[in-house]
DNA sequence: ATGAAAGCGCTAACAG
DNA sequence: CTGTTAGCGCTTTCAT
C-alpha cells in the first residue's frame, strides 16, 4: 500500500542503500542522484517507517506517559507541556490514563514495554515499585512525578507542598489573621501530610497555638465537600477569619458556602486554595491559590529524560531529585481581617 | 538487553517459532511445551515487540489524535476519554498538540504516517484538506471531529451548533426574556456562525426582530474579553435582560462585568454561556450551558474508528457523518427577567 | 506436535 | 560515489 525504500530506489534508478543514506545524510550521495531519490520520494509520497529504527534495537522515538488522568486543568497542562517538548526534541509521547486504577496502570506500563518506549515519565498510583523496578532493569529510564515510591529510586521532579503552604499560611498571618480554619484532605496522602506540616510550621514560627478544631476533612475530592467542609469549620469556631483548602476545587466549595451563610469573600473571610488551576482567575472572586508550577514540572521532566536519552555516558549518572517550590498567587479571595463581620 | 523470542526459545528448549504460537494462540502446542514456554516468558520477563507486528505490514495499534490543545476541559475530556475507550480495545494514542499552529499539524500528521498509525483522528486547524486527502489515499482511516473541510470527505463526528444555541435562546424567550445580547467569537468560523444561525432563528420563531446592536464580539478567546463585552453591550442597549456568549470563558467574563457594574445574576441580567466546560458547576452563580458531549463524541469517534479497523469489509463502507445535539444545562446563572434592576 | 526459513522495511558494515 | 547483503524480532507458510 504505502510506498517503501524499494519502490523509491526502483524509480531513482537507485539502490535502497543510497536512499537510506540520502535520508539521513549519512554518507556522500552525489547531488544529481539526491535530487533523483528526493524526486521519487515526493512522487511516491514516500513516509520512512520509523518502526523499522526501534527493531534495529535503536530508538523508537516513543515516550509512555502514564498519569490518573488528563482532564483535570492541572495534569492536562502538565501532559500537554510534556507532550510538546517532546515533540520538538523528536519524540512522541504515547499517554495511558490509569484513572487511579491499579491494574490500568500495570496494563499501561505492559503496553509500554511491548511497544518498546525509550522511557517511561510516570505518576503513578501504585505505591509499591515492583513494576517499576521491573521496568528500571531493563535499562528503560525512567522519571517519576509528584510521586516518591519507597524503596525505589528513580529520577524525580517534585513539588515541594510544605514550603508551598507554609508560604500561603504566612502571608494569611501577614496580614493579621490568626484564627485560620484548614480543610484537609478525606484520606492522607504524602502530598496533603506535607501540606499540613506547612500550616503547623507557620503558626508555630508565629507563636500561634495550634487548635485541631480549627480542622475539618472534606467528604470527598470535589466542589461539595468544600461548601459542607467550609460550614462546619465556622460552625466549630465562629473566630476564624480565614480558610485554607487542600486543593482549588474545595475552596471554591469553600468559598460558595461562605456565600450561602451571608458572608462575604473577602471582606468576611480570606480563602486560599492549593493548585493554581486556571480557572481560580475567572472565578468570583479570584481565588488566592498556591500555583502548582506544571510549566517548570514539565520542563525538568523533559530535560532530564532527554539527557538521559541523547547522552548514553549519561545513563550511568545518579539520579536527580528535582524539587520545585511553588508560588502563591495573591488574589482576590484574601484580605486583612475585619473587626466585624456582614450577617 | 530485553529479551528477545530466541532467547524464549532457547530457555523453553523449543523453536522460536513454538514461542510464537504459545504467545498468539495460533496452532496447538501440547500442554507440556506451553508450560515450558511460558515460565521461561515470566522467568526472563519477555515483553513481544509490538513494532514487529507493524513492521510485518499488519496494524501497529497506533492511532492518532490531533488535536488543538488538551488542557482545556473539553477537549481535554475528548481526549482522554478517547484515549481510555482505544486502551481498552487494544489501541494505544498518540496525542499531538497543534496549538493551532499549522506547521506544528503537518509535522504531526508526518510523524504519524511515519509511526504508521492505524488510522487517524483529528481535529484540524488547517481549512485545507490537502494533507488529509494524501493521507485517506494511502488507505488509513481518518475520522474528523468537530470540523468539516471543503472539498474533502471523510467519517465525521460534529456537534450540531445551531440547534445547540437555539435551544439556549428558545429557554431564555420562554422565561419571558425578548431582549437578549449575543457576544460572539472574534473572527467567523464555521462553529459560530452555526451559534449565530441558531440565536437568530430562535428569535425569528418568536417574531422577535433581530437587532445588530444586540450583538458584540469579544476581542479575544478569554476572560477579560468577555468583561469588557459584555459592558459595551450593556451601554449598546440598557434594556438587555439576558446574554448569551459563544464560549463559556467569556460567558464567565460576562458575569464578572456584570457583578462590576453592580449589577447580579440572574436577578438582574441570565447569562448563557456555550461548552458546558466542568467549572461551569463550580462558578458563582453556576453557569447554565450548552453541553459538549465529549462523551457521546468520544463514543461515536472510537465506534466508527474501531469498526473500520476490525472488518475490512467495512474499509469501503460510505463515509458517516454523526451529528451529535449538544444539551442545555440549567443551572443559577438565567432566570425570568424582573421589571426593575438593581443599581 | 513442532521446526526451518523466508521476509516485513530498513540500516550499516563491507565491497568495489 | 554507489551497490550488496546481513540481520533486527517476529509471523507464517511449508515441511516433517
Given amino acids: 500500500m504505502a510506498a ?3 519502490d523509491v530506489a526502483k524509480l531513482a534508478g537507485v539502490s535502497i542503500a543510497t536512499v537510506s543514506h540520502v535520508i539521513n545524510k549519512t554518507r556522500y550521495v552525489s547531488d544529481e542522484t539526491t ?4 524526486d521519487a520520494i515526493e512522487e ?3 513516509y520512512p517507517n520509523m518502526l523499522v529504527s526501534g527493531l534495529l534495537n535503536k530508538k523508537t522515538y516513543t515516550i509512555g506517559l502514564v498519569i490518573p488522568s488528563i482532564s483535570n486543568e492541572t495534569f492536562g497542562l502538565l501532559a500537554e507541556t510534556i507532550q510538546k517538548m517532546l515533540f520538538s526534541s523528536g519524540y512522541n509521547l504515547i499517554i495511558c490514563n490509569t484513572s487511579y486504577d491499579l491494574e490500568i496502570e500495570e496494563e499501561a506500563f505492559n503496553t509500554l514495554l511491548r511497544k518498546k518506549a525509550d522511557a517511561i515519565i510516570a505518576i503513578p498510583s501504585n505505591r509499591e515499585g515492583k513494576k517499576l523496578k521491573e521496568i528500571k532493569e531493563m535499562g528503560i529510564p525512567i522519571v517519576l512525578v509528584d510521586r516518591v515510591i519507597p524503596d525505589f529510586s528513580a529520577d524525580t521532579v517534585r513539588v515541594d507542598n ?3 503552604t507554609h508560604e500561603a499560611i504566612n502571608y494569611l498571618i501577614g496580614l493579621g489573621h490568626t484564627a485560620i480554619g484548614y480543610i484537609d ?3 492522607d496522602q504524602s502530598h496533603s501530610l506535607e501540606q499540613k506540616l506547612g500550616y503547623k510550621k507557620a503558626l508555630e514560627d508565629h507563636g500561634i497555638p495550634f487548635d ?3 480542622m475539618v476533612r472534606a467528604d470527598d475530592y470535589d466542589y461539595e465537600s468544600g461548601v459542607s467542609a467550609v460550614k462546619k469549620l465556622l460552625q466549630n469556631n465562629p473566630k476564624l477569619t480565614a480558610i485554607f483548602a487542600y486543593y482549588d476545587i474545595t475552596a471554591l466549595g469553600a468559598m460558595r458556602g461562605i456565600l450561602e451563610l451571608g458572608y462575604r469573600v473577602p471582606e468576611d473571610f480570606s480563602v486560599i486554595g492549593y493548585d493554581g488551576m486556571p480557572f481560580t482567575k475567572v472565578s468570583w472572586p479570584r481565588l488566592t491559590t498556591v ?5 517548570r514540572i514539565a520542563k525538568a521532566t523533559c530535560e532530564l529524560l532527554i539527557k538521559r536519552l541523547d547522552r548514553d555516558d549519561s545513563r550511568n549518572e545518579k539520579e536527580k531529585d528535582i524539587v520545585i517550590v511553588p ?3 495573591v488574589q482576590e479571595s484574601t484580605a486583612a481581617p475585619r473587626s466585624s463581620k456582614l450577617p
Fill in 4 to 6: 517503501t525504500v524499494k
Fill in 162 to 164: 510544605f514550603q508551598g
Fill in 291 to 295: 500555583f502548582f508550577p506544571e510549566y
Fill in 44 to 46: 511516491l509520497k514516500y
Fill in 35 to 38: 535530487t533523483r531519490v528526493n
Fill in 212 to 214: 485541631a478544631a480549627n
Fill in 185 to 187: 484532605r478525606k484520606v
Fill in 327 to 329: 508560588k502563591l498567587i
